[in-house]
C-alpha cells in the first residue's frame, strides 16, 4: 500500500486510515471461512455498542442518516459543512460523545437548520420518526413521551447529557454518566442503589465470584424493584445477538480443531443462557485454546465505559497469528515467573505460581464494537482475577494496526517539536520500534496478569478508579522492565540504551503532548489518559523532593518552550519501582482511598497555561490528535450449489461515509 492509501478521511479532531491484512491471501480456505463467519459474527453487534454508550444514540443516527442522504441543498453551505462533521464525529464516537474525552459533541449547525432538513424528507419518513419509540430495548418507562423533542434536547442542549462517563469525585457517577447502564428513566437509579445492590449479591468467600454486572442493564422495573435486564439471546440486544450466534453457529463447522469449536459453543450457552458462570466458561476454554492460528474476541468485555467499572462494553475482534513476529511475544511469556518473583512488590502480593500466561502478535482482520474505528494496540484477557491466576490469560499485540499508525506518522514533525534535543529525537527514532512493542508485551502479557488479591478482597473494591489504577499498574510494570538487563539477555532489547527512548516517550506524554487530547478547561477523564498523567506527575513530584536542585526528571524552559528533560535514567527507574509496589499493594488490598488520593491527586488536573501552550504548537503541525480505521471488506465466492469456494479481501471500494451508512443498512437490530 503506497503512502497515500493509508489515510481514509480526516475531519474534526480525526484522521481514518486504512490498514492493511497481510498473509490472509496464505490462510486455507477453511480458516478464510472461519473468519468470514466471525466477522460477520463481530460486524452484528455493532448496534448494541451504540445503544450502550447513551440510551438516544440509536434515534438520534437514524435521523441523522436520513437527513444526511436526503440533503439536496447547497454543500458549500456553512450548516451543511458543520452538519457533515458532526454526522462523521458520531459515526466514529459509535454515539454523540467524544470516543476518548466523553464531552458530548456540540452541533455547529442550528437545531432550526436541522428541523428544516427533517422537514424535507418524505411524509413516510417523518411519521415514522415522530412515532419511534424514543428508547430501544426499553423494558418499563413512559411510552407518552414523544421522541424528537426529547432527541432534539439531546443533542442541542449542551447541559443534558453532557458526559458519556463522568469520573468527578464527589459526584454521583451513575446518575450524571449519559451512558445506558442504569436505569430507563432520567435519575431512576443513584450510585449507592447500584453499590447496594451488588454489594447485597456478593459473597466474599467465593473463591470464583463471577464478574457482578458485566452482561446486563440495571433499572427499576414496574413494581419499583431494583432488577437486571440480561443481553442474552432471549433478553436485552436479543435480536442482535441471534445474529451472533447465527454466524457463530456458521463458523464452528470451520473450527481448526475440537477445543477452537469447544470455544465457539461455550461462547453460543453463553449468548443464549446470559448466565455468567458460562461466560466464566468459555473464558476458561478460549485461555486453553494455543493451537488455533485464528482467533477472536467477541463480547461485552472492557468495563472503561461503566462509571463504576463493572458492566462490559460491547466488542469484537477477529485476527489470527502472526507466526514470525510471535517469537518476540512468546520469550517474554515463557519468563513470566522470573518476572513475577523479580518485581519490586511485598512478597504478599506475589503469585508464587503463575500459570497460563500466553502471549503473540497477531493481525487484525476485522474491527467491531468499542475496538472500531478507534482499536487498541495490546489486549491481554480474560479480565476475571482468578481466572488469571487458576488458568492463566492470553496477550496479543496487533501488529498491523501498529504499522497502519507508525505509517500514517512518518516525518509529521512531532518529536522534533516536543523532544528537548536532537539526542531524544535520534534515540526515539533508532528505538522506537522496540520499546512500543516491548512496552506493549510487558504491559499486556504480564502487567496485567502479574500480582495477585490478598483473600477477601473484593475485585470491585476501588470502584470507580480501578480501570484507571489497573492501567497505571500495567503500564509501570511495562516501564520499571523496560529497562531490565533481562530483556537484553533475553534478546527482545537490542541494548542497554533502547529503553531510555520509552522513558522519554512515556514521560512526555504523560506530562505534556497527550493534553492535545482534551479541550482547553477540561480536566481528565478517560481511564488511560488519567494512568499516563498519574505515573508522570507522581513521578515528577517524587524527583523534585528528592534533588531539588537537580531532579531526576523536570520541565523546563527553552525559547518560551516547555520540554520534559530527563537527568537521570536509573534513578526514575528506581521512581517506577516505588509507585509499582505502591500500585500493586492498592490492588492487592482493595484500599480504595489511597487508590482514590492516587488518581485525584495526580491524574486528573490539568495546568491550563500548559495546555494551552501544547495546544499552540500542535497545531501548527496540522496533525490529528485521534486516528481510526475503516475495515476492508470480505466476500464469500460461491459456486452454483451455494458452497463457498473462496473468500476475498477487498481494501479500497469503501470510503469512510460509504463504510458507516453501509453498516447501518446491512447490521441494524431494528426496533
Same mark, same amino acid.
Request: with cysteine; aromatic share 12%.
Given at each position: 500500500?503506497?503512502?497515500?492509501?493509508?489515510?481514509?478521511?480526516?475531519?474534526?479532531?480525526?484522521?481514518?486510515?486504512?490498514?492493511?491484512v497481510?498473509?490472509?491471501?496464505?490462510?486455507?480456505?477453511?480458516q478464510?471461512?472461519?473468519?468470514?463467519?466471525l466477522?460477520?459474527a463481530?460486524?452484528?453487534?455493532?448496534?448494541?455498542?451504540?445503544?450502550?454508550?447513551?440510551?438516544?444514540?440509536?434515534?438520534?443516527?437514524?435521523?441523522?442518516?436520513?437527513v444526511?442522504?436526503?440533503?439536496k441543498?447547497?454543500?458549500?453551505?456553512g450548516?451543511?459543512?458543520?452538519?457533515?462533521?458532526y454526522?462523521?464525529?458520531?459515526?466514529?464516537?459509535?454515539?454523540?460523545?467524544?470516543?476518548?474525552?466523553?464531552?458530548?459533541?456540540?452541533?455547529?449547525?442550528?437545531?432550526?437548520?436541522?428541523?428544516?432538513?427533517?422537514?424535507?424528507?418524505?411524509?413516510?419518513?417523518?411519521?415514522?420518526?415522530?412515532n419511534?419509540?424514543?428508547?430501544?430495548?426499553?423494558?418499563?418507562?413512559?411510552?407518552?413521551?414523544?421522541?424528537? /423533542?426529547?432527541?432534539?434536547?439531546?443533542?442541542?442542549?449542551?447541559?443534558?447529557?453532557?458526559?458519556?462517563?463522568?469520573?468527578?469525585?464527589?459526584?454521583d457517577?451513575?446518575?450524571?454518566?449519559?451512558?445506558?447502564?442504569?436505569?430507563?428513566?432520567?435519575g431512576?437509579?443513584?450510585?449507592?442503589?447500584?453499590?447496594?445492590?451488588?454489594?447485597?449479591?456478593?459473597?466474599p468467600?467465593?473463591?470464583?465470584?463471577?464478574?457482578?454486572?458485566?452482561?446486563?442493564?440495571?433499572?427499576?422495573?414496574?413494581?419499583?424493584?431494583?432488577?437486571?435486564?440480561?443481553?442474552?439471546?432471549?433478553?436485552l440486544?436479543?435480536?442482535?445477538?441471534?445474529?451472533?450466534?447465527?454466524?457463530?453457529?456458521?463458523?464452528?463447522?470451520?473450527?481448526?480443531?475440537?477445543q477452537?469449536?469447544?470455544?465457539?459453543?461455550?461462547?453460543?450457552?453463553?449468548?443464549?443462557?446470559?448466565?455468567?458462570?458460562?461466560?466464566?466458561?468459555?473464558?476458561?476454554?478460549?485461555?486453553?485454546?494455543?493451537?488455533?492460528?485464528?482467533?477472536?474476541i467477541?463480547?461485552?468485555?472492557?468495563?472503561?465505559?461503566?462509571?463504576?467499572?463493572?458492566?462490559?462494553?460491547?466488542?469484537g475482534?477477529?485476527?489470527?497469528?502472526?507466526?514470525?513476529?510471535?517469537?518476540?511475544?512468546?520469550?517474554?511469556?515463557?519468563?513470566?515467573?522470573?518476572?513475577?518473583?523479580?518485581? /519490586?512488590?511485598?512478597?504478599?502480593?506475589r503469585?508464587?505460581?503463575?500459570?497460563?500466561?500466553?502471549?503473540k502478535?497477531i493481525?487484525?482482520?476485522?474491527?467491531?464494537g468499542?475496538s472500531?474505528?478507534?482499536?487498541?494496540?495490546?489486549?491481554?484477557?480474560?479480565?476475571?482475577?482468578?481466572?488469571?491466576?487458576?488458568?492463566?490469560?492470553?496477550?496479543?499485540?496487533?501488529?498491523?494496526?501498529?504499522?497502519?499508525y507508525d505509517a500514517?506518522?512518518?516525518?509529521?514533525?512531532?518529536?522534533?517539536?516536543?523532544?528537548?534535543?536532537?539526542?531524544?529525537?535520534q534515540?526515539?527514532?533508532?528505538?522506537?520500534?522496540?520499546?512500543?512493542?516491548?512496552?506493549?508485551?510487558?504491559?499486556?502479557?504480564?502487567?496485567?496478569?502479574?500480582?495477585?488479591?490478598?483473600?477477601?478482597?473484593?475485585?470491585?473494591?476501588l470502584?470507580?478508579?480501578?480501570?484507571?489504577l489497573?492501567?497505571?499498574?500495567a503500564?509501570?510494570f511495562?516501564?520499571y522492565?523496560?529497562?531490565?538487563?533481562?530483556?537484553?539477555?533475553?534478546?527482545?532489547?537490542?541494548?542497554?540504551e533502547?529503553?531510555?527512548?520509552?522513558?522519554y516517550?512515556?514521560?512526555?506524554?504523560?506530562?505534556?503532548?497527550?493534553?492535545?487530547?482534551?479541550?482547553?478547561?477540561?480536566?481528565?477523564?478517560e481511564?488511560?489518559?488519567?494512568n499516563?498523567?498519574?505515573?508522570?506527575?507522581?513521578t515528577?513530584?517524587?524527583?523534585?523532593?528528592?534533588?531539588?536542585?537537580?531532579?531526576?526528571?523536570?520541565?523546563?524552559?527553552?525559547?518560551d518552550?516547555?520540554?520534559?528533560?530527563?537527568?537521570?535514567?536509573?534513578?526514575?527507574?528506581?521512581?517506577?519501582?516505588?509507585?509499582?509496589?505502591?500500585?500493586?499493594?492498592?490492588k492487592?488490598?482493595?484500599?480504595?482511598?489511597?487508590?482514590?488520593?492516587?488518581?485525584?491527586?495526580?491524574?486528573?488536573?490539568?495546568?491550563?497555561?500548559?495546555?494551552?501552550e501544547?495546544?499552540?504548537?500542535?497545531?501548527?503541525?496540522?496533525?490529528?490528535?485521534?486516528?481510526?480505521?475503516?475495515?476492508p471488506r470480505?466476500?464469500?465466492?460461491?459456486?452454483?450449489?451455494g458452497?463457498?469456494?473462496?473468500?476475498?479481501?477487498?481494501?479500497?471500494?469503501?470510503?469512510?461515509?460509504?463504510?458507516?451508512?453501509?453498516?447501518?443498512?446491512?447490521?441494524?437490530?431494528?426496533?
Amino acid at each position: 500500500m503506497k503512502a497515500s492509501d493509508w489515510s481514509v478521511d480526516r475531519f474534526a479532531d480525526i484522521e481514518v486510515l486504512r490498514y492493511e491484512v497481510p498473509g490472509f491471501e496464505q490462510l486455507s480456505l477453511q480458516q478464510k471461512t472461519l473468519v468470514y463467519y466471525l466477522t460477520e459474527a463481530a460486524l452484528w453487534g455493532r448496534d448494541i455498542l451504540w445503544d450502550q454508550n447513551c440510551k438516544y444514540n440509536l434515534a438520534i443516527r437514524k435521523v441523522c442518516e436520513a437527513v444526511y442522504q436526503n440533503y439536496k441543498g447547497d454543500k458549500n453551505d456553512g450548516q451543511w459543512k458543520a452538519f457533515e462533521q458532526y454526522m462523521k464525529q458520531i459515526w466514529f464516537a459509535n454515539g454523540i460523545h467524544h470516543h476518548y474525552s466523553n464531552a458530548k459533541f456540540k452541533p455547529g449547525f442550528t437545531q432550526e437548520w436541522f428541523e428544516a432538513q427533517m422537514a424535507q424528507l418524505s411524509e413516510e419518513k417523518q411519521k415514522e420518526f415522530e412515532n419511534m419509540p424514543i428508547i430501544k430495548n426499553e423494558v418499563y418507562m413512559n411510552r407518552s413521551q414523544k421522541a424528537l /423533542p426529547i432527541l432534539m434536547r439531546a443533542m442541542f442542549d449542551s447541559t443534558y447529557m453532557a458526559i458519556k462517563v463522568n469520573q468527578a469525585d464527589g459526584a454521583d457517577l451513575v446518575a450524571t454518566s449519559a451512558v445506558n447502564f442504569y436505569g430507563y428513566e432520567d435519575g431512576e437509579l443513584t450510585q449507592k442503589d447500584v453499590e447496594d445492590y451488588y454489594s447485597s449479591k456478593k459473597n466474599p468467600n467465593d473463591p470464583h465470584p463471577v464478574m457482578y454486572g458485566l452482561n446486563s442493564k440495571l433499572y427499576v422495573d414496574c413494581e419499583g424493584r431494583i432488577a437486571e435486564h440480561v443481553y442474552k439471546e432471549d433478553g436485552l440486544y436479543g435480536t442482535a445477538i441471534k445474529h451472533i450466534v447465527e454466524n457463530l453457529n456458521k463458523a464452528a463447522q470451520y473450527a481448526e480443531n475440537g477445543q477452537q469449536r469447544i470455544v465457539i459453543e461455550s461462547l453460543i450457552k453463553y449468548y443464549r443462557s446470559g448466565d455468567l458462570k458460562d461466560f466464566d466458561t468459555y473464558s476458561i476454554e478460549w485461555v486453553k485454546d494455543l493451537a488455533s492460528k485464528v482467533d477472536f474476541i467477541n463480547g461485552f468485555i472492557e468495563s472503561y465505559s461503566d462509571p463504576l467499572g463493572m458492566r462490559g462494553s460491547w466488542e469484537g475482534m477477529v485476527n489470527f497469528k502472526d507466526s514470525a513476529n510471535t517469537a518476540r511475544t512468546e520469550i517474554v511469556s515463557a519468563n513470566a515467573q522470573w518476572f513475577e518473583d523479580h518485581s /519490586p512488590i511485598d512478597d504478599r502480593f506475589r503469585k508464587p505460581v503463575v500459570k497460563g500466561v500466553t502471549a503473540k502478535v497477531i493481525t487484525a482482520a476485522i474491527l467491531a464494537g468499542d475496538s472500531y474505528p478507534s482499536t487498541p494496540i495490546g489486549i491481554n484477557l480474560p479480565n476475571s482475577n482468578w481466572i488469571r491466576a487458576e488458568h492463566g490469560s492470553k496477550s496479543v499485540s496487533i501488529d498491523n494496526i501498529t504499522a497502519a499508525y507508525d505509517a500514517a506518522a512518518a516525518g509529521n514533525g512531532f518529536r522534533e517539536e516536543f523532544m528537548w534535543s536532537a539526542e531524544e529525537v535520534q534515540r526515539a527514532k533508532k528505538y522506537a520500534h522496540y520499546v512500543d512493542n516491548i512496552h506493549t508485551d510487558l504491559h499486556e502479557c504480564l502487567g496485567h496478569g502479574s500480582g495477585r488479591l490478598l483473600p477477601g478482597t473484593d475485585p470491585d473494591a476501588l470502584k470507580a478508579y480501578g480501570s484507571t489504577l489497573e492501567e497505571a499498574r500495567a503500564d509501570i510494570f511495562a516501564l520499571y522492565y523496560m529497562a531490565d538487563e533481562k530483556l537484553v539477555e533475553l534478546g527482545v532489547m537490542p541494548d542497554m540504551e533502547a529503553y531510555k527512548a520509552g522513558y522519554y516517550q512515556q514521560m512526555m506524554n504523560g506530562l505534556m503532548t497527550q493534553l492535545v487530547r482534551i479541550l482547553p478547561g477540561d480536566n481528565l477523564e478517560e481511564a488511560h489518559m488519567r494512568n499516563r498523567a498519574l505515573i508522570a506527575y507522581w513521578t515528577l513530584e517524587r524527583a523534585q523532593k528528592d534533588n531539588p536542585s537537580a531532579p531526576a526528571i523536570e520541565i523546563v524552559k527553552r525559547d518560551d518552550k516547555s520540554y520534559v528533560r530527563i537527568n537521570d535514567y536509573a534513578k526514575l527507574r528506581q521512581y517506577f519501582g516505588e509507585l509499582l509496589g505502591e500500585l500493586q499493594r492498592i490492588k492487592s488490598e482493595g484500599d480504595f482511598e489511597a487508590g482514590r488520593n492516587l488518581v485525584e491527586t495526580y491524574g486528573v488536573k490539568v495546568n491550563p497555561e500548559l495546555h494551552a501552550e501544547v495546544l499552540e504548537r500542535y497545531k501548527k503541525l496540522d496533525i490529528a490528535p485521534y486516528k481510526g480505521f475503516v475495515n476492508p471488506r470480505y466476500e464469500a465466492v460461491k459456486d452454483a450449489q451455494g458452497n463457498i469456494t473462496d473468500v476475498k479481501i477487498i481494501y479500497s471500494s469503501e470510503s469512510y461515509v460509504d463504510q458507516m451508512l453501509r453498516y447501518g443498512r446491512e447490521y441494524a437490530i431494528g426496533e
